[in-house]
C-alpha cells in the first residue's frame, strides 16, 4: 500500500510540471496579445521612432531627444539632441551591414571600429527580438524562464537563443501578455554590462500595442528613459539613409 501512496505522490509532483505552459505557447498568447498578428508584426521591423527624455552620465541626467531608424537587426541609424549646461549639442550615428561611422557634436566623423559595430549589433539584435515576429522563426530557440516581477507585477519569460548571437531573455507581463522587460548581457567600451530594458504604458500605434515608456538599465543602475512620442512604419527606409555622410 505504501509503494502505491508513494507513485500518487510522485505522479501528483510532475503534474505542474506536464501542464505548464510551453515557450512557444508563451509567444503566441503575447503576440495576440499586441492586437495583431506575426505577419504583421513584420512591419515593427522597418520603423522609425522620436523619443524624449534623459541620458544618465556622471555629471547628471541630461535632457535628450533621438529619432531612430531601423530596418531588420542590421541597418540602424540614431540623430540626438543632448541638453549640456543649458546648452544643445547633436550628435549621431549608424550602422549598415558590417560597417558603421559617428558624427560628433564638432561636426567631424569617423567610422565606427569593428569592436563597437559589433556591441551595437548585439543590441539590434535584441531590439529586433522585441518585435516578437523573428520568435516564430525555426533560427532560434526557445525555453521557458522562472517567473520573476517586473513592474510590481508577475511576469512569465522566455530565453532565446540562437548561435553567434546573445542570449536574450524576454518578459511577458502575466496578465496582459504584453512585452515588459529584455534582458541580455552586452559589451561597453568592451566591457561586459547586464542590458536591460523595461517597457511600460503601453497605447495603441496602427492598431497595435506599443510601449511609450522605456527605461533602459546597466548593471542594475538607471542609464536612460525615454518617452516615446511617435511610432510610424514606412514599411521600406532607403538604404543610403543609414551610409556614412
Not at 26 to 32: G, K, P, T
Not at 153 to 170: C, F, M, N
Amino acid at each position: 500500500m505504501r509503494y502505491g501512496i508513494a507513485i500518487a505522490i510522485v505522479g501528483l509532483s510532475i503534474l505542474p510540471a506536464l501542464a505548464q505552459e510551453s515557450a512557444a505557447e508563451i509567444v503566441d498568447r503575447a503576440i495576440r496579445a499586441t492586437g495583431t498578428t506575426a505577419d504583421r508584426l513584420e512591419q515593427l521591423q522597418v520603423s522609425t521612432q522620436k523619443m524624449r527624455g534623459v541620458m544618465v552620465a556622471p555629471v547628471g541626467e541630461l535632457p535628450t531627444r533621438k529619432e531612430l531608424l531601423y530596418q531588420g537587426d542590421n541597418q540602424f541609424r540614431a540623430a540626438f539632441e543632448i541638453s549640456v549646461n543649458d546648452r544643445m549639442t547633436r550628435t549621431s550615428l549608424g550602422i549598415s551591414g558590417e560597417k558603421g561611422w559617428r558624427i560628433y557634436p564638432t561636426g567631424i566623423s569617423d567610422a565606427l571600429g569593428e569592436s563597437e559595430i559589433n556591441d551595437i549589433r548585439d543590441e539590434l539584435y535584441c531590439r529586433w527580438l522585441s518585435t516578437l515576429a523573428p520568435l516564430k522563426s525555426n533560427e532560434v530557440t526557445l525555453e521557458t524562464l522562472p517567473s520573476i516581477k517586473v513592474n510590481q507585477q508577475p511576469a512569465v519569460g522566455v530565453k532565446v537563443i540562437r548561435k553567434g548571437r546573445p542570449t536574450v531573455s524576454l518578459y511577458f507581463d502575466e496578465k496582459t501578455m504584453l512585452l515588459v522587460k529584455s534582458v541580455f548581457t552586452g559589451r561597453e567600451s568592451g566591457v561586459k554590462v547586464t542590458k536591460e530594458t523595461i517597457f511600460s504604458d503601453f497605447q495603441a500605434f496602427q492598431n497595435m500595442q506599443l510601449p511609450t515608456k522605456i527605461v533602459e538599465v546597466h548593471n542594475g543602475l538607471k542609464a536612460a528613459s525615454w518617452t516615446v512620442q511617435d511610432y510610424s512604419f514606412p514599411g521600406k527606409i532607403d538604404v543610403k539613409q543609414f551610409d556614412r555622410p
